[in-house]
């Protein structure tokens, strides 16, 4: 970082927000055609009915609820490294923050659709909302599903007033070197920030409670989906790692995506200089303690099952291996477990290559976990008769395709339109004094 | 008195802007504003700022979504008398998660409505007294001096190392 100046740093970020290319809005016409298709899917859904999916008994929780927990956890680690590496005054979080928190928000907004989708008649969802009505009928808050309700939509709130007043110096910024409609809209969007000793007085403070409060919230968040799981009286989801377990595990998720779009966003917009390889290699470290934990908490599952001498945890637990969905396992196992020990290498850790590399293997493999850990376990309970498999439908897929387009979809229009790195962190981390004369 | 004047001197260096402040305050003219593009722990210490009290608003929030949350889990509960399970139908437990996530959502409003309203948001007047550098790599010191004594703050100004920009009083102005 040394080599940069205030200026660079400014005109660095503002060249992002120049015109694009043709390309870029292929892409974007190429996403908005995977969410276009994907909305397709659900219409079809409403009008024939949620049997156009694969969810049946026994397995009534399909991809739906896969990709709904996928998005959270990916949701995860724009908190962690916006909020908690913020407390712990990490500098190297600095240049990635900004696109990490806008990877939160969106993959908030992609997960909250899921439920919408899974209820079928998704007009019925003010059911969950506590109003006075002529049924007398009221949320019931010891479920751990309205648990949900409460908790991501707080994540949601919350994050998105954190992103936003993150933005809010860097909106100025903008403003001040655009002209015509442009200026008019960034005007008012920050709010007429100038930059006061006053203004910094109070943003400095609200910023620290801001990640302050944003901390306990993320692992609060994702401890209460697993309870989805872990209050449900079936095998393999009973258990009380699945708190912790979740959390280290979207946390791994949520880094290995961050990889997955810096790498090619700090190519596309020459970034090198401000998210240099050793933020990356970072990352690179943090991901291996979180695919430490993950495989701890895999390795204590399959423990415990045999420690507790209960068959049915067992059962469970060899099947998850050696039955139907085995290949998720192995998989899930590899993908998030083994690969991830190869950034033990320094070599490996410091190829941008291999970390793409590495962070799509994590992607896929967490996305497996998910599968592996709602699938696997109600389609072989209690009782055999009652055992059923589950694959996912055309119509689901298609879902599925709609919401990782809609998730690039919003990144893409985003980094070119707004400052898609923290141009005030990244001044903040540098040394002051003449060098940032511009 | 007559018409006042701004003038506002801009700083490539934070140190000599710090300076600049503390000398400032010795003069007969008056300081108005510090812009900064980066939050300055030395200009903090320059204009003996003090601690935000955007906390407190905060703490309110949290202490109101607090009680909120367990007092909506409980009077819906309450609405829906069945024992299930044999579990009381007000189970504080399961109630704990709800009053969480209230106080930290509530909390996260006191603390936006603090910056707001500590910070003066939104404030588009601000920007007629504002020099765009100062969201890039300058540090404004923005005064105030009687019309006549225009030429000596612009000079101060420049002596210190800055160069400067003049904020004509408008015609609708106090005088």
Not at chain 1, 122 to 142: D, E, I
Not at chain 1, 257 to 269: A, C, D, G, N
Not at chain 2, 13 to 26: F, P, Q
Request: charged share 15%.
């Amino acid at each position: 970082m040394s080599e940069l100046t205030y200026a660079k740093i400014d005109q660095t970020v503002l060249d992002t927000l120049r015109p694009a290319t043709r390309v870029y809005w292929y892409t974007v016409a190429l996403l908005a055609a995977g969410i276009i298709g994907g909305l397709a899917c659900w219409i079809y859904q409403i009008f024939i009915g949620i049997g156009v999916g694969g969810q049946n008994n026994p397995v009534a929780w399909g991809t739906y609820l896969i990709n709904f927990v996928f998005w959270v956890g990916i949701a995860h680690s724009g908190t962690l490294i916006s909020a908690i590496l913020h407390l712990f005054q990490a500098g190297w979080r600095n240049p990635i923050a900004r696109a990490a928190e806008t990877m939160t928000v969106f993959a908030v907004c992609t997960a909250g659709l899921f439920p919408f989708i899974h209820l079928g008649r998704a007009w019925m969802v003010y059911y969950m909302l506590p109003y006075p009505n002529q049924r007398t009928l009221w949320p019931n808050f010891q479920s751990p599903l309205m648990f949900d309700v409460v908790a991501i939509s707080t994540y949601l709130t919350v994050s998105s007033l954190f992103w936003y007043t993150g933005l809010l110096p860097d909106l100025a910024t903008v403003r001040d070197r655009s002209t015509g409609l442009r200026k008019k809209i960034f005007t008012i969007l920050s709010m007429g920030w100038t930059g006061r000793m006053e203004q910094w007085r109070h943003y400095v403070r609200g910023y620290l409670f801001f990640a302050a409060l944003a901390t306990p919230l993320v692992i609060s968040v994702h401890s209460v989906v697993s309870w989805d799981f872990a209050l449900g009286v079936v095998p393999g989801w009973h258990t009380t790692i699945f708190a912790p377990y979740f959390v280290a595990g979207a946390i791994h998720s949520g880094l290995a995506m961050v990889l997955t779009l810096m790498i090619p966003l700090r190519k596309i917009f020459s970034y090198e200089k401000i998210i240099t390889l050793e933020v990356l290699e970072n990352v690179a470290k943090t991901i291996i303690l979180t695919g430490l934990i993950v495989g701890f908490a895999y390795g204590t599952e399959f423990f415990i099952a045999w420690y507790s001498h209960n068959s049915l945890e067992i059962s469970i637990f060899k099947w998850r291996a050696f039955g139907h969905y085995r290949v998720g396992f192995w998989i899930m196992v590899i993908c998030n477990t083994i690969i991830p020990l190869f950034l033990f290498l320094k070599r490996v850790r410091r190829s941008i290559i291999w970390l793409f590399v590495i962070s799509i293997f994590i992607n896929i493999g967490m996305w497996f976990e998910r599968f592996v850990i709602i699938i696997t376990s109600v389609a072989h309970d209690f009782i055999p008769h009652a055992w059923g498999l589950y694959w996912p439908t055309i119509v689901e897929m298609g879902i599925m395709v709609g919401s990782f387009s809609l998730f690039f979809f919003l990144f893409v229009l985003f980094v070119k339109h707004m400052p898609s790195v923290s141009m005030t962190e990244n001044k903040e981390v540098l040394v002051q004094g003449e060098s940032h004369g511009g | 008195m007559g018409a006042e004047c701004q003038v506002m001197g801009l700083f490539t260096d934070e140190d000599r802007a710090a300076s600049t402040v503390k000398a400032l305050k010795k003069t007969p003219w008056h300081l108005k504003q510090v812009h900064s593009p980066v939050p300055s722990h030395k200009l903090s210490e320059a204009l003996n700022i003090k601690k935000s009290k955007v906390g407190y608003f905060t703490l309110v929030g949290g202490i109101i979504g607090f009680f909120l949350g367990f007092a909506l889990a409980m009077f819906t509960s309450a609405k829906w008398s069945l024992i299930v399970g044999g579990k009381p139908v007000i189970a504080l437990v399961p109630f704990v998660i709800v009053g969480f996530e209230f106080t930290i959502l509530f909390a996260v409003f006191g603390n936006v409505i603090g910056l707001l309203t500590q910070g003066g948001l939104p404030d588009y007047k601000g920007l007629n007294v504002y020099d765009p550098r100062c969201s890039g790599d300058h540090f404004g010191v923005l005064a105030a001096c009687p019309e006549a004594e225009k030429n000596q703050l612009i000079t101060y100004f420049k002596e210190k190392g800055g160069v400067t920009r003049v904020f004509e009083p408008s015609p609708s102005a106090d005088p």
